[in-house]
């Protein structure tokens, strides 16, 4: 986890911490520790805990009864919503972008996209996820639209923790990459409607292997808990398992 260099560290803290939910370097029901975030990225407790309020106050993370702060557990209802409003706003986003794209924007794209069939042969589900978000982001950020950009990433804060579920997928790992050469082919004819949808197709199909996994886990956590009970236990990890270089731990998509 790169260290933080001083620069409005409260800024900079919450801005390392968001990247971190979009990225899949926290998973759901984690608890996210002030001191140990803290040591991570090299800063004192304070802008930590005054990021961690910040993305308290937006519904990004939540806080327990015991005051701990923790990621959220996403329900199907939820996330039904979220692909719904995301297949909205990232279409639009992709539509917006299509005439600002230079050669060296897709050079950029055609390069990921090499990079992530690495991470997937390689099981590196850390660097996929990483790299997942930068494709995506890559293309939103040319829309030129920093109001619905900022909507998205607020999305993707929401949704980010739960993408490591697509590596438990191996079916879907086998296409994972279609829907990213789908979008820069699309880009590529020049045609904002064919790479709006060529964007929700790949939001939907990975959406589509994400709700198998929540119906099983909430299945899961009925048959174990009693029907009252649609969560799972929180857990905390140790900082080499949030790294988002490392390849140890299973943090996916």
């Known amino acids: 986890m790169a260290k933080i260099e001083h620069q409005t ?52 993370l939540e806080l327990l009864r015991n005051r701990s702060i923790a990621v959220p557990i996403l329900t199907l209802d939820k996330f039904v919503e979220l692909r719904r409003i995301r297949c909205l706003l990232e279409g639009l986003a992709a539509e917006l972008a299509t005439p ?14 090499v990079e992530i069939d690495r991470d997937i042969k390689e099981n590196n589900a850390a660097g996929y996820l990483k790299r997942n978000e930068k494709f995506h982001f890559t293309i939103y950020e040319r829309a030129q639209s920093p109001h619905t950009l900022q909507i998205i990433q607020d999305l993707w804060t929401q949704v980010g923790p739960f993408l490591y579920c697509l590596f438990e997928d191996t079916g879907y790992l086998r296409e994972a990459n279609d829907g990213h050469r789908k979008i820069v082919t ?48 929180r857990r905390s990890r140790p900082a080499a398992a949030r790294s988002p270089t490392g390849q140890g731990s299973p943090a996916r998509r």
């Open 100 to 113: 600002n794209f230079r050669d060296s924007d897709l050079a950029r794209l055609e390069s990921t996209i």
């Open 186 to 233: 699309a880009i590529r004819s020049g045609n904002p409607a064919a790479v709006r949808d060529s964007v929700v197709w790949d939001i939907s199909e990975a959406a589509e292997s994400l709700m198998g996994r929540l119906r099983e886990m909430e299945a899961e956590a009925a048959l174990k808990n009693g029907p009252a009970s649609r969560t799972a236990p």
């Open 9 to 60: 560290l409260n800024d900079r803290a919450y801005a390392a911490l968001k990247k971190g939910l979009m990225s899949g370097q926290f998973k759901p029901g984690e608890v996210l520790t002030i001191r140990q975030l803290a040591h991570d990225y090299g800063i004192s407790a304070t802008p930590v805990r005054e990021a961690l309020q910040r993305l308290v106050a937006e519904h990004a």
